[in-house]
């Protein structure tokens, strides 16, 4: 039987429902501040906390709840005879419900407001009465989600109480929250601390997301999946808007990951193309439909019921375009009207609305039992050094650079064939480097630049661009073998460059 209940909300949705649903059943309301103020100006006849803990609220109301005759009152097992004689010769009378939801700190922790404000938004009594009362859900019930006030309600009445199952789950929601809760505001307190510097990951990793979708299913059909977004910052794929088709799937929020970040690499109007999670069309030029044209002449097969990233306002020019084949994604900073009507003629086209620059500052990949986290690789070139006898021209150089852009998001081994602007060819992923060198050289046909995201280790690249033509390569450098193939570069005229970085993607 449900005696004394204890309400201290921030978001007060749905809270005079609840209670008013109370008062009617004869439970006793306690309250603090706002809280208590709202439902008195509501009729709702309530008990402030310091009428029962005999003490004022002080410190800015930082100090109101902390106090024994409400812990204990939580904590108390009815079930321990100690317990309850403790209790009953302190005068301390149980609280058998707690509804309390927390200062909005993931809210304000993203505002644009000074660092000291922030501090203020971290709840500290919230977080303790919820941890009691969720610590002690047999005899407590606890809701911090505002959701859950109908069920409990409906249990209420039909049964006047909640069962067990309810309230352990309602219990495990309180822990999941803190978990989230204080991971944002240690994310929050490490951030930008340059004491702290050195000591980039913390002893602990400690995340905070939240759910934003259920997916359908993960990569395969026969796997659950949902998306969570993290409560901290911003985040490409965390702000983007969908304006048409489908519900998004596992895969295809993968693949917008890396077609938005291909296209974020450059200042130039930009489109990428990608499937399973690798570019098969990347170009830029003076316009979007110039770059989608080229884009699309990379691969015409592997786009099809691809994605496909701008990083310029798409125009009726290049949704006339778009929609003369099957695409699952459009994702672009903006749309002009009419491009949105073009592509909305296409009712599963999902369009997508990105105007947030990538934001990572680590990427994590799970491993069975643990997990690995890394910096992002966010450096293109450390040192632009030309090692042959014959150096580049400014056309090849402008290619190489594309060609080092897209390389960062192909899988290793990568290598990215150049010509004006366009990455002709693109191979990767497999277990030697010559392999793809050789398919992305035989589909570019004329290619000008090479691009690799490794050293060569041998000569055999040198002489296999040869034969294709290749008029400049860039590469890391940094194999002991290096002088074999600058000898083999020098022998056919071939302009090489090292820049002093790879970038493998596993």
Known sequence: MIKRALISVYNKDGILEMARFLIDRKVEIIS??????????NNIPVTEVSEITGFKEILDGRVKTLHPKIHAG????RDNKEHME????????TIDMVIVNLYPFFEKVNEDIEFEEKVEFIDIGGPTMLRAAAKNFQDVIVLTDNKDYIE????????????YITKRRLAAKVFNLMSAYDAAVAEFLFEDNTRLKDKAF??????????????RYGENPHQNAAYYVSTTGKGAMKDFKQLNGKELSYNNIKDMDIAWKVVCEFEEAACCAVKHNTPCGVAIDDTIKGAYVKAYECDPVSIFGGIVAFNKKVDKTVA???VKIFLEIVIAPEFDDEALEILKSKKNLRIILCDVKPQDK???ASVDGGILIQTVDDKLINDFKVVTNVEPDEKYLKDMIFGMKVVKYVKSNA??????GKAAGIAGGQVNRIWPAIQAMDRAKDGCVLASDAFFPFRDIVEEANKYGIKAIIQPGGSINDKDSIDACNEFGIPMVFTGIRHFKH
Request: charged share 30%; aromatic share 10%.
């Open 32 to 41: 603090t501040g706002g809280t208590y103020r709202y439902l008195k100006e």
């Open 74 to 77: 939580i904590l108390a097992i």
């Open 86 to 93: 403790i209790i009953s010769d302190e005068n301390i009378n």
């Open 152 to 163: 409990v309600m409906r249990q209420i009445d039909e049964y006047e109480d909640v069962n």
């Open 202 to 215: 913390p002893h602990y990793l400690s995340v905070s997301y939240e759910k934003k979708l259920d997916l």
């Open 320 to 322: 006339e375009e778009l």
């Open 362 to 364: 680590y990427e994590v």
């Open 415 to 420: 290598i990215v064939v150049v010509k004006d």
